[in-house]
């Protein structure tokens, strides 16, 4: 069964820049693999920001970018805000099935 | 607008069967998949299965084989996931999210169905 490996958890200062990994234990995550990056709160659904490695939904903020690196999926916040603060999430399409990350705690101190 | 709505909480027993409703509004039903996930306390999300919605074609991950069931009814808009077997580690949120077919784009989602599993 595939793991799908992220962050347990990283710090930013506010207006800092911050970098999201995600990596398959199958090998190296490609655009094949249509990455997505979803933003999870307490008590509300999941938020897609990104999909399909770097698209951009019509609300996610410029700050958010994604991307691939060095075998990984990669999530990018520049410019960090207080209300980033929050769980992010990887997925990935693997053959017919989609597997999510483990989820990264992003802390914005 | 692109609306998801589930049903409401629900409480089952042990070893029941809970199905759960995806109403979709405001886009073409049968462009669009719909996709099932759940996160119980402390975990992380977990990806149930999807369905087509043109020709109701599934796939389900492998973890939930042989106890869940998606369908859909075009007329009415609305998917439903069936999970049956019910343990007490099936407590948790269960949600579902459009996906304009072949995108990638989990866009939408519904607000969530608290299930929960007690004797």
């Known amino acids: 069964q595939t793991v799908v490996t992220q962050e347990p958890s990283l710090t930013v200062s506010p207006g800092g820049t911050v970098t999201l990994t995600c990596a398959s234990s199958?090998?190296?995550?490609?655009?094949?693999?249509?990455p997505s990056w979803l933003q999870h709160k307490p008590g509300q659904p999941p938020r897609t920001l990104i999909y399909?490695?770097?698209y951009r939904q019509p609300w996610t903020p410029a700050r958010f970018s994604g991307s691939l690196l060095g075998g990984k999926a990669a999530l990018t916040l520049s410019g960090v805000q207080p209300e980033d603060e929050g769980e992010y999430y990887c997925?990935?399409?693997?053959?017919?099935?989609?597997?999510f990350g483990g989820g990264t705690k992003l802390n914005v101190l | 607008q692109v609306q998801l709505v589930q049903s409401g909480a629900d409480v089952k027993e042990p070893g029941a069967s809970v199905k759960i409703s995806c109403r979709a509004s405001?886009?073409?039903?049968?462009?669009?998949?719909v996709h099932w996930v759940r996160q119980a306390p402390g975990q992380r999300l977990e990806w149930m299965g999807w369905?087509?919605?043109?020709?109701?074609?599934?796939v389900y991950s492998e973890t939930f084989q042989g106890r869940l069931i998606i369908t859909r009814d075009t007329a009415a808009t609305t998917v439903y996931m069936q999970l049956s077997s019910l343990r007490f580690d099936d407590t948790t949120v269960y949600y579902c999210?459009?996906?304009?077919?072949?995108?990638?784009?989990?866009?939408?989602w519904g607000q969530g169905t608290l299930v929960t599993v007690s004797s």
């Open positions: 405001g886009y073409t039903f049968t462009s669009y998949g």
């Open positions: 199958t090998g190296a995550v490609t655009s094949d693999a249509w």
């Open positions: 999210a459009s996906e304009r077919f072949a995108t990638g784009n989990f866009d939408f």
């Open positions: 997925l990935l399409h693997l053959g017919v099935i989609w597997v």
């Open positions: 399909r490695t770097f």
């Open positions: 369905i087509k919605g043109d020709d109701g074609r599934t």
